[in-house]
């Protein structure tokens, strides 16, 4: 129960993080300063789909579900 809370939590904030980096340039800028390789940052940037479902996409392994928004937060 607590993991799947947990989970929806972490992906609420990814939803925020991606909504609030704006347009596809500035989301490409951050996903390389997060350690992202360069062809994921582009695909995940040129997206054409919504926030949560971005932030929730399983099949590349360097999109924005895998950025961890609690080590952001840290970060910056």
């Known amino acids: 129960m607590l993991a799947n809370l947990e989970a ?3 992906r609420r904030l990814r939803s ?3 909504r609030q980096w704006g ?3 500035n ?3 951050e996903l390389r300063r997060r350690g992202v390789p360069k062809f994921s940052a582009t695909a995940a940037a040129g997206s ?3 926030f949560w479902c971005q932030t929730a ?3 590349d ?3 924005a579900s895998k950025i961890d928004p609690l080590r952001v ?3 910056e």
Do not use: E, F, M, V
């Open 57 to 59: 996409c399983k099949t």
């Open 73 to 75: 937060a840290r970060d």
């Open 27 to 29: 989301r490409y800028k």
């Open 48 to 50: 054409p789909t919504g």
């Open 8 to 10: 929806w939590i972490r």
């Open 23 to 25: 347009n596809g340039h």
């Open 16 to 18: 925020y993080l991606w």
């Open 61 to 63: 392994p360097g999109s």
